[in-house]
Structure formats: C-alpha cells, structure tokens
C-alpha cells in the first residue's frame, strides 16, 4: 500500500520493479559448492590412482593390496566416505530442491553408472589381492573403470560449476557473500538495469523541475 501511494504515476513500474529485485529471494544454497569440493577431491584422489594403473604390475599390486583394507578401518575409511558422503547429501538434496536438468543429471550419472564402475574397480581389486586373476588382467579392468569414473566425475563437475556460474550471472548469491548479505559481487545485468532505473527517474525529476519552473 505505501509503495503504491508513494509512487509517481509518471515514473511507471521502475521503483516497484527495482525493489522487486532488491528483495528477490537467492537462489544460491551452497549446496552446488560443497559437491564441487567433493568432486575436486574425489577426481584428485583418482588421479593418483591412474599413476599406479599404469605403473608396473607388481607396484600396482602392492598400492592396491596396502589401499583395500583403509576401505573398511577407521579413520582410514575417512578419505572415501567424507566425499562420497557429502557429495550424495548435496547432490541428492539439490536435485530434489531445485530440480533443475543439471542437479537431476548429476545425481542420475553418479548413483547409476559412476556407482557401478567404482564397484567394479573395487571388485577387481580383491580379486588381485586374493590371488584369482592376473595383475596385468586386472590393471585393463581397473584402467577401463576408473576411466568411466573419471568422465563421471568431470562431467558432473563441469556441470556443477556451469550452475554456479549461471547463479552468478543471474543474480543470484555468490558464493562470497558475507554474513551481513552484502555480496561481494554483481551480475553484469542487474547493474545495468538499476543505472537504466536511475537515469530514468533522475531525466523525470529534471523534467518534472523544468514544468515546476
């Protein structure tokens, strides 16, 4: 009621359209950030993996073997669960938030085929320590899924960070903004469209001056 009576007839919608956006909801949750964190991690560690796929037969027995048993001892377990974990809380949480095409195939790619070829890998992996294949037969085994994994993971993190991206382009919250909500940036678009808003009302307060005159 006081934005409408306090309004000029003449200046149009630009006042209550620019206090709409001032007072727009963000879109930004942090969670796109937290699964960003994770993907990084996850796609470093399979980067350290893929030294020792190629390495000698014997070396990759020996890293694998001394690896398999940190998958199920405490607080060894720590270095997959901790980004596994908070990529499927974040992840999961944003594809049922948000609900946009990117948080939907993200989740759609890691709880389908990036799950089955970590499984596969991890299979492969206690068939060599037990001695029921060979080191070379495995080592093709584990080149073939951790390079699935690998476009899983890079997939997902290109997507992840297009989203944030997008967020920021559009106005949303970046992921800078302080504890008071002063957000440490602008989009491109909604500076010009407040510059536009304020050329506008300052030529109709001249005119409106001018007339008075």
């Known amino acids: 009621g006081l934005a409408l009576q306090g309004a000029d007839p003449a200046m149009g ?92 195939a993200v989740a759609a790619i890691l709880c389908t085929v990036g799950l089955g070829a970590f499984a596969r890998s991890v299979s492969a992996v206690v068939s060599l320590c037990a001695g029921d294949a060979e080191a070379q037969a495995v080592q093709a085994a584990l080149q073939g899924s951790h390079g699935v994994i690998a476009v899983c993971l890079a997939v997902c993190f290109v997507l992840e960070f ?27 678009e909604w500076c010009s469209e407040e510059e536009e808003d304020n050329n506008k009302s300052r030529r109709r307060e001249k005119a409106q001056r001018t007339k008075g005159a």
């Open 13 to 104: 919608d630009a006042p209550i359209r620019s206090s709409s956006a001032a007072m727009a909801p963000k879109k930004f949750d942090g969670l796109r950030l937290v699964s960003l964190v994770a993907l990084a991690d996850l796609i470093g560690q399979l980067s350290v993996d893929a030294i020792f796929d190629a390495a000698e037969p014997a070396v990759t027995r020996a890293y694998y073997c001394a690896l398999l048993p940190s998958l199920a001892r405490f607080p060894a377990t720590l270095r997959v669960a901790l980004p596994c974990g908070a990529l499927a809380l974040a992840g999961g949480a944003s594809a049922v938030l948000s609900r946009t095409p990117a948080d939907v």
């Open 162 to 188: 297009c989203a944030v991206l997008g967020l920021l382009v559009a106005g949303g919250t970046p992921p800078g903004r302080s504890s008071l909500g002063t957000p440490l940036l602008k989009s491109a």
